[in-house]
């Protein structure tokens, strides 16, 4: 017996054969989760982490032509490009910041509220409620170029000389263009026209989302048409309209009112929003001004000047974005 | 049951009668539905007109070749502009004239690699109207894909590989979205300089390639409805994990992601903004056709050859939202998309 576990213990063993390693489906899934995100994730880490910190970095940076070296150099400076915007926007009497203001308050009280009502109009199917919607929904499938170029030539030619033809206006007190002594209302009657259908889709979409049986049983208390829309489909897309205006809040100050679209570079200093002046002078990117008198109206502002901009909207409107969506949540109608 | 049926009817019929307020809302639309339509077809007549028949105030009137003083006065100004004198007076008559400005030799000045004492002229390069055709083509098509694609890939994974890191990733777009982030376009062109892809479209695409957006929302939400086993499913009749995303998952929000692609293709069609100020170079049809029509008014001396321009941007995209009109218009809620 003894012998016998002997030889037992002695017999050679066969090398063991592992079987192939399978990677459990945890780990697939984790790898193939790894491979997918790595990438759009790397991307916001730099479009968006890095270059938003180096703007930030930008705004308290200048470039200055060392004249002993005989280069450009940037050195650290806490306030230069802050004064720089403040005088900017003293020699323009602050109209980009009044006037950005001004545009958005009066879209809300417009186009942003008209929307709502357009779109309920179209949810609840009334009379030519499909026509309705292809037209709302048209000018933001038709370029900004093509809108514009029409609406200058219609309000710089065409209606000026109707009007001077129908109340047989001398050479003397004729009516000119339109767009160029004071095009304000003009430009916002445009800006209001054509972004009456904005946001068209998202609201019917929300709309649409409501519980049939919660639009049936109002209808069955008899609410008439307003009584609806005010008591059932506004609670229920209020969450939707919450977002639009303080997203809306958040893009205040880059609403260019299409002034690019309309003049170029050379709009009027009296139309002039802040988002427009922000994408001329990117436009041009200059790093070093090209006139040192900060009181030059012509002066513009410089690219570390535009971060500096975007500092100082970013600290303003970030706590007021988050006061009015708090505020719209609080006293807004309640769903129940 | 009928008693129910013919309940609701009385209420949808209800619904349609016209009350004081729904009767407002119905002549503001009339009347905006009216003038647009007026704007359109009048600048579509316009562009064809005669521009001695602009100068002489006729507006309203249809286009008129008949006239020997226009014509005169046509020959005189093709006599004047050298490059017009293989075209006579005819219906696309405004629109040569658009051909002919349209190519030519782009030079946008920018900072070479951001070097600050560089700010270089590039290379003079010709643009031609089948360069413009392809960059625009191109520059739409493959960044809608991009626009399209990257949030539907990251939202699927958000939705249904639950790992916290999926929940940084929903956060994350909550934050972009909320953040008013202004004026961080120097940095962005700063780092495409020193990336050597300012003024390409790779470097669009790239900075394109974001998920943090809106429609990163809409996704989420999706395939947080979906589910789980279509997947699962796959999985065990041995298809891997790309396999299924690609040929299972994707599909099944393949009206979406049409839908969007095709919103993103339109907006970048338009969109002249963005290469005047990343890709000053690359000409495409919108960004030259903006130039030409408003930027630099000079090029073409007169409103009906810049309204015929302005109609050569709009056409295709007019034709292409006849035809298609229901897909871009589906329904896209922050709950997916309702037909």
Known sequence: MEKEILNCEQQPVAPEVKPPRMLTRKTKRLIFYTIMVSLPFLQFCIFYVYVNIDSIMMAFKVTYLDSDVG????????????????????????????????????????SGIFSVFFSYYVYKKFML????????????????????????????SVLPDMINQLGNRTQENA???????????YLMGYSIFFSLGGHILMYTGAMSGINDSVVEAAQLDGVNAVQEFLH????????????????GLAGIFTNQLGLHTFYGDAAPQEVSTLGYEIFVWTKKGSLIGSSPDVADPNRGLLL????AVGFMIMVIVLPLSMGLKKAMTKWGPSVD | MEKSVSVRKSYKSRNRNLNPAVLFLFLILMLYTIVFSFMILWAFMNSFKPPMQWEAREYMQLPNYSNPLWTSKELQYINNNAYMSNYWPNLLYNYQKVLVVMPGKAQAQYYVGWNLDKKMPTTAKYNGMFTMIFNTIFYSLAGSAIIAVVPCVVGY??????YKFSTLLYVITLFVMVMPIVGSEPARIKLLCRLYLFDTMWGDFIVNFTFANLYFLVFYAFYQGVSGTYAEAAEVDGASQLRTMIQIIMPLASKMISTVLLIFFIGRWNNYATPLVY??????????????TTYNKNTLGDDPSRIAGAMMIVVPILILFILLRNKIMGNISIGGVKE
């Open chain 1, 175 to 185: 009516l000119g263009p339109l767009l160029m002594d004071d095009p304000f209302p």
């Open chain 1, 304 to 307: 570390s000047e535009i971060s």
């Open chain 1, 71 to 110: 280069t450009y150099v940037q050195r650290w400076s806490i306030k230069d490009n802050f004064i720089g915007v403040v005088n900017f926007l003293k020699v323009r009497k602050w109209r980009p910041v009044v006037n950005a203001l001004k545009i958005y308050a009066i879209s809300w009280c417009t």
């Open chain 2, 279 to 292: 890709m000053p170079n690359k000409w495409m049809i919108s960004y030259r056709l903006y130039i030409v």
């Open chain 2, 157 to 162: 994974l958000a939705a249904k590989y639950p």
């Open chain 1, 129 to 156: 409620s499909g026509i309705f919607k292809v037209f709302l929904y048209l000018p933001s499938m038709i370029s900004a170029v093509v809108m514009t170029l029409v609406f200058r030539v219609f309000m710089n």
């Open chain 1, 232 to 247: 059932v489909t506004l609670p229920m897309i209020w969450p939707t309209f919450t977002t639009f205006t303080v997203t």
